[in-house]
């Protein structure tokens, strides 16, 4: 008899250590579920983040060449440019930003100021020749590579200092401004 009776104590103790096993288990198996959606969660916020980073990415490269294109100097040789303008009226007339300002100074102090037409252009006044002046790529008379560059000639001949002021635009060099200090 006591080997019946141990037979359904056996067994009851199995299910009961199974159970309790199974319910070790369950509680592993939710917590690698929760951990899994974390891991999922965390995975998502990441691939999200590093969506931002390259449209940021993205809007900084642009940003950056529509810098490079308006400010750095990919323009025509400036020098060949000069002595081509000099020489060729109707290049003139092409690469002036008409109406074109000038602009007087007397002893530092603001003198004048006027503008200049297309139709009102001569040539002949304002002659340009490149071996007399300076040539700087900037309004703060600095070098560095940009798109600008000032044509300055000072001197007797020229009743003080001259400047022509360049922007390019496009691969070519226009005129925009002219400043005289007498």
């Known amino acids: 008899m006591k080997f019946k009776t141990f037979i359904p ?48 990415n993205f809007n900084i490269n642009t940003q950056l060449a529509e810098y490079e294109k308006d400010n750095l100097s990919n323009n025509e040789d ?24 000038i602009e007087n100074y007397f002893i530092g102090e603001k003198d004048s100021i006027f503008t200049i037409t297309k139709e009102n252009w001569d040539s002949k006044k304002y002659k ?26 000072y001197g007797i001949e020229s009743c003080g200092d001259l400047r022509f002021y360049f922007k390019g635009k496009n691969g070519k060099w226009f005129l925009y401004k002219i400043i005289h200090s007498g």
């Open 9 to 56: 104590f056996t067994l009851i103790l199995g299910l009961v250590l199974y159970s309790c096993s199974n319910g070790e288990l369950e509680k592993k198996y939710t917590k690698s579920i929760k951990e899994i959606e974390n891991l999922n969660d965390s995975i998502t916020k990441f691939n999200n983040e590093l969506k931002e980073l390259r449209l940021n």
């Open 78 to 101: 400036f020098l060949s440019f000069v002595i081509n303008f000099s020489e060729n009226e109707n290049l003139q007339i092409e690469r002036i930003e008409f109406p074109i300002q």
């Open 128 to 153: 340009f020749h490149p071996e007399g002046f300076n040539i700087y790529d900037n309004e703060e008379i600095k070098l560095r590579n940009s798109n600008y560059r000032v044509l300055r000639w």
